[in-house]
């Protein structure tokens, strides 16, 4: 089982418009973020996770052009906006995509998106969306899911599992709940958002990740949805041998 990192960055991406790199070197092109996005897969089934508003480069940056199923994990823009994007995922599998999210989240995004879900005069249904469940069945990957507290709305919290191997996804949370913790453990890789050094009320900061890294003891763990403040290679050069900031196009194998 893979995971490929798509966007690894936050909402505004990295650069900010208007040329603005914070603290990220702009000659080191791992500090190029587009927005939050992630791909698992195994040889047979293909999962991605949020449709992000750089969806279309990111898809292609992959060379890949169909999914067995999309989970988003919350409604913000960030997460969702790229939606449309399916319609060519459509094309390429000759039948509506299929997607899923926690409950709260899939009512939103139905009434958001409603003609994608369910097509309008001359255009047609691109994309199904049902209730993800704490367990299912994708293919050869049995994802878990777990609520976790973001702000004022919850996000999707993720386990795949292969061949006795897992894989954790945690992005866009602000408390680390009892359930997150059980789903977290006994990790091959753990992808976690890092937002920034200093603490936000609705994401987690660098220092409460690595806590979490040294209670949970993942084999790997990989740092995303981070901000213009959070230099790679400044990053690199201080984390531990196991953990590693991560970046659009980076592939771990569990």
């Known amino acids: 089982m893979k995971i490929r990192i798509l966007g690894s960055g936050t909402s505004s991406g990295v650069p900010r418009i208007g040329n603005d790199w914070g603290a990220c070197d702009p000659a080191e092109p791992r500090n190029r973020r587009s927005?939050?996005?992630?791909?698992?897969?195994?040889?047979?089934?293909?999962?991605?996770?949020?449709?992000?508003?750089?969806?279309?480069?990111?898809?292609?940056?992959?060379?890949?052009?169909?999914?067995?199923?999309?989970?988003?994990?919350?409604?913000?823009?960030?997460?969702?906006h790229g939606i449309d994007d399916l319609r060519q995922v459509f094309h390429a599998l000759g039948r509506p995509v299929r997607g899923l999210a926690r409950p709260e989240t899939c009512r939103r995004?139905?009434?958001?998106?409603?003609?994608?879900?369910?097509?309008?005069?001359?255009?047609?249904?691109?994309?199904?969306?049902?209730?993800?469940?704490?367990?299912?069945?994708?293919?050869?990957?049995?994802?878990?899911?777990?609520?976790?507290?973001?702000?004022?709305i919850y996000s999707a919290g993720l386990r795949f599992e292969h061949g006795g191997k897992a894989i954790g996804y945690a992005t866009d949370f602000n408390e680390m709940t009892r359930d997150m913790q059980f789903l977290y453990q006994?990790?091959?890789?753990?992808?976690?958002?890092?937002?920034?050094?200093?603490?936000?009320?609705?994401?987690?900061?660098?220092?409460?990740?690595?806590?979490w890294v040294r209670d949970f003891r993942p084999i790997r763990a990989a740092l995303m949805h981070m901000d213009n403040s959070m230099d790679y290679r400044s990053l690199r050069a201080e984390l531990p041998a196991h953990v590693e900031p991560g970046y659009d196009g980076l592939e771990l194998t569990a």
Request: proline share 6%; aromatic share 6%; net charge negative.
């Open 109 to 152: 995004i139905s009434e958001r998106f409603d003609y994608v879900f369910a097509g309008r005069p001359g255009y047609r249904q691109t994309a199904t969306i049902d209730i993800l469940p704490n367990e299912i069945r994708i293919g050869d990957i049995t994802v878990r899911s777990v609520d976790q507290p973001h702000g004022t």
């Open 186 to 211: 006994d990790l091959r890789i753990w992808i976690v958002d890092a937002l920034r050094r200093r603490p936000h009320p609705t994401h987690p900061h660098l220092d409460q990740v690595l806590e």
């Open 35 to 80: 927005r939050a996005s992630m791909l698992v897969s195994t040889e047979t089934t293909r999962i991605l996770i949020d449709t992000s508003p750089d969806m279309r480069e990111q898809l292609l940056a992959a060379e890949v052009d169909t999914v067995d199923a999309v989970i988003w994990t919350h409604d913000h823009a960030d997460h969702c």
